[in-house]
């Protein structure tokens, strides 16, 4: 610890901007020497913000000490403004300030386990690994590191929602249309799942309808696709409430391509891209076992959340955000 005031020198926390970079295809055994030991992983934390690497007291405002400590940590923050006559008088038994855990405010707040297995854990649930695996990897029991995959899945499903733009504009492909991922009994109630993915960036949108109507619908498509967008349809939504809309539509046929003339340009109708994104979203909820439908829209926005961050950005994506949308 290079200051008794900071965890790790002010200069050493990594910015905002960099820390994708920094992070892009950190390795299993890459990140295992980066946070052990513990003491390593602390350091670790407070460089990518998961901790804070500074503290100031909430009674008197100066900046609080770090102190060693017995505990799972090894630390805690101290304020060592020395307390007065009169607060003694109130029963006050300490002689320093106040003290916080270096975990306080933090996602690691609460949690009795280790940082650096915790790290590993989000490093693990981001490369998708199954729960069991990651089990064996480290000192999770089977309930905990339930509540920690949905956790994650709070910070994938926050990710989403505050990120989440429009797709579309003047002579954009959108390939729109009805997703089924799995099947239902008869008489289950499940959301009705649009899809939208944008064919220059493949940027996609899945949203979850519940209780659907086709005034609902048009809403949704409204909300998420900007006007003038070519719109490109199965024929069962297009019937379900797109044919009311002011927008260039063009109904795929089934089992065979076609192409059309718009604005002189020859445009291929076909939905493949959003049945590609169908594919794999069902693969995913397949490999759930079907336990997944309680939280459907969480995993939805799960695998939206993979797909932003992949190719080696998977656990920076969560390293990322994860401060920004902790909430303690």
């Known amino acids: 610890m290079s200051s008794r005031y900071y965890i790790v020198r002010p200069e050493e926390v990594i910015s905002w901007d960099e820390r994708l970079s920094k992070l892009h295809g950190l390795t299993y055994n890459q990140l295992l020497q980066l946070i052990s030991p513990n003491e390593m992983a602390i350091e670790f934390a407070a460089r990518y913000n998961l901790i804070s690497n500074s503290m100031v007291c909430k009674r008197c405002g100066q900046m609080m000490l770090l102190w060693s400590r017995n505990g799972l940590d090894g630390l805690q923050w101290r304020c060592m403004h020395v307390v007065t006559k009169q607060e003694r008088r ?90 089924i991922l799995y099947k239902t009994r008869i008489g289950e109630q499940h959301p009705y799942l649009i899809g939208m993915v944008e064919r220059e960036t493949e940027n996609c949108i899945i949203i979850a309808i519940k209780d659907y109507t086709t005034e609902r619908l048009k809403e949704k498509v409204l909300e998420w696709i900007l006007p003038d967008t070519i719109l490109i349809s199965d024929e069962g939504t297009y019937i379900d409430g797109l044919n009311q809309l002011d927008y260039p539509i063009f109904i795929t046929e089934s089992y065979m391509e076609r192409f059309e003339s718009i604005n002189g340009q020859k445009l291929s109708v076909n939905n493949v891209l959003l049945q590609n994104i169908c594919n794999e979203a069902k693969a995913k909820f397949l490999a759930m076992n079907g336990t997944c439908k309680a939280h459907f829209e969480g995993y939805i926005r799960e695998f939206l959340f993979r797909r932003t961050f992949q190719n080696g950005d998977e656990f920076a994506g969560i390293i990322l955000w994860a401060p920004l949308l902790h909430v303690s």
């Open 90 to 179: 109130n029963g006050r038994k300490r002689n320093y300030c106040s003290s916080l855990s270096i975990r306080h405010g933090s996602i690691f707040h609460g949690h009795h386990l280790s940082i650096a297995d915790v790290i590993e854990f989000m490093y693990l649930w981001a490369q998708n690994y199954k729960l069991h695996e990651i089990r064996l990897h480290t000192h999770f029991s089977s309930e905990m590191s339930v509540a920690w995959a949905d956790y994650m899945r709070q910070i994938a499903s926050g990710f989403i929602e505050a990120s989440q733009t429009p797709i579309g504009g003047p002579g954009v492909v959108v390939e729109i249309g009805r997703l």
